[in-house]
């Protein structure tokens, strides 16, 4: 599944660290296919020009998973 426009933009605009991470993973993701691994959080914070928590990157991808933009079984998140 992939995030629509306007959660992008709602993401974007929140000026919530973990989601304009969640959008720029988001955005990844749609050109990934299915099953593909979510790459290091530091390519991500070079992408964005930030630096963020684990933590924070972790809620993004909850939070992704829970839209279901990203999988997890245990291991490493992938694209759904």
């Known amino acids: ?6 959660q992008l933009t709602s993401w974007k ?3 919530r660290q973990f989601e304009v991470i969640a959008a720029a993973i988001a955005e990844w993701a749609s050109g990934q296919e299915r ?3 979510l790459p290091d959080n530091r390519l991500f914070e070079h992408r964005l020009a930030l630096e963020a928590s684990d933590t924070t990157f972790l809620r993004a991808k909850r ?3 829970t839209e279901r933009i990203l999988e997890t079984s245990g291991g ?3 694209v759904a």
């Open 35 to 37: 099953g593909t691994v």
């Open 1 to 6: 599944m992939k995030a629509t426009q306007e």
């Open 13 to 15: 605009g929140s000026g």
């Open 76 to 78: 490493p998140y992938y």
């Open 63 to 65: 939070l992704l998973a």
